[in-house]
């Protein structure tokens, strides 16, 4: 950014401004009592800062922090496809949607990866088991079964639309001049040819 | 050990993980011996908050046994046994100082809006939460606070976030005596947000969900007047029509992201999440609530934006309040009031879990079966 006028530090003394502070009144702040002011007062904005925690994985920075938190989580650092996206996010900021965005697309893609990981690991996650079915079937049996008949009935359905449209197409793959739908440049040529 | 294993949304395991470890002079290793499933758990297990990663372990609220402490935390000793408010605050940051325990600017990497937050996404920090059997407690020396003589475990776990943000809605609120204080949500904090508007002098208080036997509990345990939402035309209307037309003096949202009633917030909040959940009750809070009126916000919401009437805000002159709950701050307080029998959390619990049986768990309480209230994990057995 170029520097300008705008852009320049600007401190201004408050005590230089005409009636600053005169209408002060500590008693209105909404805040009280969630907000202890006499913690730190004035616009001097500084703590003892605590021990460094230096970690071992990689641990992502909003780009509003101007530096590392004293103390962060290292749990799950970022890997695989979703952590690229989740790496690219991380350029933006927490008020721009596109970093929001960004990480629920890497979190869906996370599961994707979370299943393929198992596999890899030779282990056939129990989805069921793990979206709590034996707590389905002992307290809200009916709304199981209603909704793995549901399941299974528009599976069924699209499976066989699918087949129907399939078998449509067949006569139209094999014989384009005469079919139905289609064709018709192949119709125009052959009359075409005829005259 | 032990631990609850994030896998995508709607599905959670229990499995084995690394034991944790000490990562900074004043972190803690704390053996869990008691952790609930929070109703913000939904959120994440839902698939709503964004930056939630598979294989996380979840858990905000839980109590241990200390086993190992760091070189600077000088106050607790292997054998204690201690509440773990869910906000992990340095104690000394700008935020810290002024008492703002769940802004705390030196716990959360990824993010400034919030502070750390066990087991809350990497959007709250990234840190392993208690849904295991053991979990990294950083910043022991300021966050732990023991359990006091002859408090009852089950009474002590609530206190890590479910008594302190149903007290700080009522707080921010700022009730005054006499004022007609509606809460939306019989959930666990919201039954607590109500509770708690009595202590501040609330002269009338109503709660609002759909769930009867949520009502019904919250009737009798807050004690509050009762309506079940899909019984009522308009909401807004209703709430007038109680309040002579004025409004109510208080409202406060106890919901959140996953609120159900209302087909575009429904489609646009949880759906296809273009929103940061489904800001219902708080759409119903502001629009309900008095002229100069107070609307508090304890229910979590992803951080982009909702549909939600700003207009009439500004036109009503009202005032929202909200944070998370500052647990530190509030703790003394809050035990005074369940040592004195004011509070009585534990009657909460109506479900005690083995962690083996998470997935189960998190079944039951999302989709609110077999009259469950609050779930409890029992990490370590009993």
């Known amino acids: 950014m170029t520097s300008t006028y705008l852009t320049r530090p600007q401190a201004i003394d408050p005590a230089t401004v005409t009636g600053w502070g005169v209408d002060a009144d500590p008693r209105n702040d909404p805040t009280y009592p969630i907000r202890e002011r006499s913690g730190d007062p004035g616009p001097g904005k500084v703590w003892d800062r605590p021990t460094q925690q230096h970690p071992q994985v990689e641990v992502l920075r909003s780009i509003e922090h101007n530096r590392l938190p004293a103390v962060v989580g290292t749990s799950t650092p ?58 389905a079937w002992k307290h809200d ?41 289609g064709g018709g440049r192949e119709r125009r040529a052959l009359a075409g040819s005829t005259t | 050990m032990l631990a609850a294993d994030y896998r995508g949304p709607r599905r959670v395991r229990a499995d084995h993980k690394p034991m944790p470890t ?78 703002l325990y769940g802004n705390c600017h030196e716990s959360n990497a990824q993010a400034t809006a919030v502070g750390g937050i066990f087991g809350y996404s990497h959007t709250a920090g990234g840190y392993d939460g208690g849904q295991a059997q053991y979990v990294r407690v950083p910043y022991a020396d300021f966050g732990p606070t023991l359990i006091p003589d002859g408090m009852d475990i089950e009474d002590a776990v609530l206190l890590t976030d479910v008594v302190p943000t149903g007290y700080q809605a009522a707080e921010m609120a700022g009730i005054q005596r006499g004022d007609t204080v509606v809460v939306f949500g019989a959930g666990p ?71 159900s009633g209302n087909i575009l917030h429904t489609l646009f909040g949880k759906k296809i999440p273009i ?79 083995p962690l083996e049986d998470v997935s189960d768990a998190y079944h039951m309480f999302s989709s609110k079966l077999d009259g469950c209230i609050k779930p409890v994990l029992l990490p370590n057995g009993v």
Request: glycine letters at 10%; one cysteine or more; hydrophobic letters at 45%.
């Open chain 2, 189 to 259: 904090v919201g039954i607590m947000a109500a509770r708690c508007a009595w202590l501040f002098g609330a002269g009338r208080v109503i709660v609002i969900d759909y769930l009867h036997y949520r009502l019904e509990f919250a009737r009798a345990y807050a004690p509050a007047e009762v309506y079940d939402f899909r019984e009522i035309d308009d909401m807004a209307v209703f709430i007038k029509k109680q309040t002579d037309s004025l409004g109510a003096d208080v409202c406060i949202d106890a919901v959140g992201a996953d609120a």
């Open chain 1, 78 to 135: 970022p890997s695989g496809l979703s952590g690229m996206m989740r790496r690219a996010a991380f350029h933006y900021s927490e008020s721009d949607w596109t970093h929001w965005l960004m990480l629920l697309g890497a979190d869906r893609v996370n599961m994707v990866e979370g299943i393929v990981t198992d596999l890899a690991r030779g282990k056939v996650p129990n989805i069921p088991a793990e979206m709590g079915v034996r707590a």
């Open chain 1, 141 to 181: 049996r009916t709304a199981l079964v209603t909704k793995a008949a549901v399941t299974v009935a528009v599976s069924a359905l699209a499976i066989a639309l699918l087949r129907q449209r399939q078998h449509r197409q067949r006569p139209h793959d094999v014989r384009p001049v005469h079919g139905r739908a």
């Open chain 2, 22 to 99: 000490i990562q900074h002079p004043r972190d803690a290793i704390v053996r869990v011996t008691r952790s609930c499933i929070c109703g913000s758990d939904l959120h994440l297990y839902n698939g709503l908050v964004p930056d939630t990663r598979v294989g996380m372990t979840f858990g905000h609220e839980f109590t241990g046994i200390v086993e190992e402490v760091g070189a600077e935390v000088g106050n607790l000793n292997p054998g204690d046994h201690v509440i773990v408010p869910f906000n992990i605050a340095c104690g000394q940051c700008h935020f810290c100082k002024q008492g």
């Open chain 2, 275 to 353: 929103e940061a959940g489904s800001a219902l009750p708080l759409h119903w809070a502001i629009n309900s609530v008095k002229k100069g009126g107070i609307v508090s916000v304890v229910g979590v919401y992803g951080p982009t934006g909702n549909m939600i009437p700003i207009g009439n805000v500004v036109n009503k002159g009202i005032t929202i309040r909200a944070n998370q709950a500052s647990v530190k701050r509030l703790l003394p307080r809050l035990i005074e009031h369940v040592q004195a029998g004011r509070i009585n959390p534990k009657a909460l619990i109506t479900h005690r879990v």
